[in-house]
């Protein structure tokens, strides 16, 4: 059984195939965690449930270590919950009530209750182990069972407590526009370390994921600890380090200009905030967080399809002809899947005009869309479109009939970016005007893909009709919303995939992915500046969740020079996609290109459904090297990236991870077998040379 319960000495305990999770009470009622890591019995911590203090300023010291921390009492780290009563009184006296066992979704769900010992108020705290891939769910929901509203300041789903440790050292991803998912590492000391969003939603300046360890794991190698939020609105993840050496990382909406009334009989769910235990690096922890999205976040197990996108070709200018006359040069090269962006409808000429008015521009498309939509799948292709439902131009008709459908401040001027306002999406007018134009283009056409972007951070938070209390309610409003939109498109056309796209890296987060079948992670399409990007992404998110493109050289990024393998081996990481404008290619590259897309398509099951291994052996050489194998170590697929070789110097052998020992493989193009044993251990020869060479290996059992 995954969950453990000693009812005699209040113990609770999680145990996965790889890990141990052990919290009990103590004598003063409160809940304390106890152990994470690798498998114990769990008994064996009950010496470890005690109190202690050091002194009349440092009393309680047990409450660094607190599985939900109430604000209230002698208490100082970060609190996990702040409420403000409705006389006044603005703290949390818990009473644990019981628990509560349950099998839900092939995943057992422990849940404890606690009341406030004076105020009808009940906090469910639920653990959820998934025990295949040594993850945790955890999330804690908020019950007013009085007469009056209770106001919620902060709301934090859960604490991850570290083991001691001899060094913390903590793992995040950073970034900007067109730099997202950078990796870095730190380490901690006393304090506090926060990475947030206060944007509006998942920022591309920061991911809602973290890891611990010691100072010592690598790819391959020592323990790692780690955590991601599922929210897409407003978040924050605090690591904090006391006195005494205690460490735990706090995480869920973020408190910033942030509250929330519960109304009587009203119950707030926080969203849940995943965890885990890697005993095999950072690789390890990867594929454990790739597994469990395959099997339990994404809304599809269906392969992701090779996709074109016209942007680049058109930009605004787009008609029916230029499109079907790209279709036809898109199904040469093999693409399933074409998808038409900006500028079909309205008056959107440009990105100054029209965002709002989602009907299909008759002079571009004289005979609607269907002409298009028929010539696409004549072709063999599906049709995919691009919206952007949450935005607005001022210069468009929906804004002149509804300028209070948008967030601002009445007596402040409207901050325009992108030349976009956001629509509020709380108020259900938008929302049933959301629902009803995305109804009727997907019951109207033929469309198996929708583009949702979103360009546009939230400015003048004001929500007009709403009243003073609530106010600050906008930034979950919003998510919630967001949310309820999504799966009531999904509930309605479940055969239309969706895609997430926010400026870039934005939106990406273990909330959407409930909704979204993958997402749009920077709008950087250069090659090489994509390999750190996908590397950043690749430490959380599976490799069918990012959309890579292939895209022009020179790039309109930074104008490097790229030849086409290397800019189709790049997009290869993940679900490829094809972004240029094939008008200008060649009947030379159009036909390799087309090769590339075949021979992506036969190693798609492994990028997309295999476990991903990134060989960190040749990194000081400037080598990147990442490799993606099938669940019965048989079939493998290699794509190694030479930066530049510099004084005539040769590589080093690459060694390769995932095989079995004693198999024996076939290289592609290459004489003879090899053992896994070998590949692993001494590795093989890379024919890179030069600057910004590629190549691809598939090895296979013999």
């Known amino acids: ?95 644990y009530t019981g628990y509560l066992v349950d099998q839900e979704s092939g995943k057992e769900t422990l849940t404890l209750t606690f009341r406030d010992e004076v105020y009808p108020f009940e906090v469910r705290l639920s653990y959820a182990a998934i025990s295949e891939h040594d993850v945790l769910e ?24 570290m083991p001691v440790l001899r060094d913390y050292r903590f793992t995040h991803v950073t970034g900007k526009w067109a730099g997202e998912f950078q990796l870095r590492r730190t380490f901690l000391s006393e304090g506090k ?66 509250t929330w009334l519960l109304g009587p009989g009203e119950t707030f769910a926080a969203p849940k905030f995943v965890g885990g ?4 690096g950072f690789g390890g922890m990867s594929r454990k967080l790739h597994r469990y999205q395959h099997d339990y976040v994404l809304p599809s197990r269906e392969p992701r399809k090779v996709l074109y996108n016209s942007w680049e070709a058109t930009y605004f200018d787009v008609n029916a002809q230029d499109q079907m006359d790209l279709a036809e040069r898109a199904a040469k090269l093999g693409v399933e899947l074409f998808v038409v962006d900006d500028g079909w409808f309205g008056a959107r000429n440009h990105d100054r005009a029209g965002l709002g008015d989602w009907v299909v521009n008759r002079e571009k498309f004289p005979n609607g869309l269907s002409e298009l939509i028929d010539r696409v799948h004549e072709l063999g292709m599906e049709f995919g479109i691009w919206v952007e439902p ?31 306002l956001l629509l509020n999406l709380s108020k259900p007018e938008v929302k049933s005007y959301i629902l009803e134009f995305m109804t009727d283009l997907l019951s109207q056409h033929q469309i198996k893909f929708i583009k949702w972007d979103m360009n546009r951070t939230v400015t003048e938070p004001g929500l007009k009709d709403h ?110 996609g094809i972004g240029a404008n094939l008008n200008h290619w ?36 400037g080598v990147i090297a990442v490799q993606y194998v099938d669940q019965a170590y048989g079939d493998s697929v290699l794509l190694a990236f030479l930066h530049s070789q510099r004084l005539g110097d040769r590589l080093p052998r690459l060694r390769l991870q995932g095989l079995a020992p004693d ?25 890179l040379r030069g600057d910004f060479d590629s190549v691809l290996y598939r090895i296979r059992e013999a």
């Open 277 to 280: 235990y890697s005993a095999a």
């Open 663 to 687: 198999k024996s493989y076939v290289i592609e193009g290459q004489p003879g077998t090899r053992s896994g044993r070998s590949l692993m251990r001494i590795g093989l020869e890379l024919p």
């Open 138 to 161: 955890r999330s804690v929901s908020l019950v007013n069972l009085g007469d009056e509203p209770v106001l919620l300041e902060t709301i934090q789903s859960a604490a991850w407590t």
């Open 467 to 576: 009243p003073l209390k609530r106010q600050k309610e906008i930034w979950i409003r919003h998510v919630q919303s967001l949310y309820e939109i999504w799966a009531e498109l999904r509930r309605r056309f479940p055969h239309v995939e969706f895609e997430t796209c926010a400026g870039g890296g934005s939106r990406i987060d273990l909330g959407i992915f409930r909704y979204a079948d993958q997402a749009w992670p920077s709008d950087n399409t250069d090659a090489f500046d994509r390999l750190s990007i996908q590397e950043g992404f690749s430490y959380v998110y599976a490799p069918k969740m990012m959309t890579c493109w292939v895209t022009e050289s020179p790039t309109g990024m930074n104008r490097r020079v790229l030849s086409l393998p290397y800019r189709f081996h790049s997009a290869m990481m993940g679900t490829l």
């Open 390 to 420: 949450e935005a607005v131009n001022p210069d468009s008709d929906l804004y002149r009939s509804h300028p209070d459908w948008v967030y601002h401040f009445p007596t402040r001027g409207r901050a325009e970016l992108r030349n976009q």
């Open 193 to 258: 370390k926060m990475l947030e969003s206060r944007r509006g939603f998942t920022d591309g300046h920061a991911n809602p994921w973290f890891a611990v360890e010691d100072g010592t794991a690598t790819e391959e190698r020592g323990d790692v600890w780690f955590g991601a939020l599922a929210w897409s609105g407003n978040w924050k993840i605090v690591a904090e380090q006391t006195a005494f050496g205690h460490v735990r990382v706090t995480g869920g909406i973020h408190d910033f200009d942030s």
């Open 586 to 621: 060649s009947d030379a590259e159009l036909e390799e290109a087309a090769g590339f897309v075949r021979q992506y398509k036969a190693i798609r099951p492994l990028v997309q459904f295999g476990d991903q291994y990134r060989l960190d052996t040749l990194a000081h050489r």
């Open 1 to 95: 059984m995954a969950i453990w319960v000693n009812e005699q000495n209040q113990l609770f305990a999680l145990q996965t195939n790889g890990s141990s999770y052990v919290f009990g009470l103590n004598e003063k009622g409160r809940l304390q965690h106890l152990y994470w890591g690798a498998p114990i019995d769990p008994a064996e911590v009950l010496p470890l449930l005690g109190t202690w203090g050091h002194s009349s300023f440092d009393a309680e010291i047990e409450r660094e270590a607190e599985e939900y921390s109430f604000w209230g009492g002698v208490g100082y780290v970060e609190p996990l919950l702040k409420v403000t009563w409705p006389d006044g009184v603005r703290d949390f006296c818990p009473q």
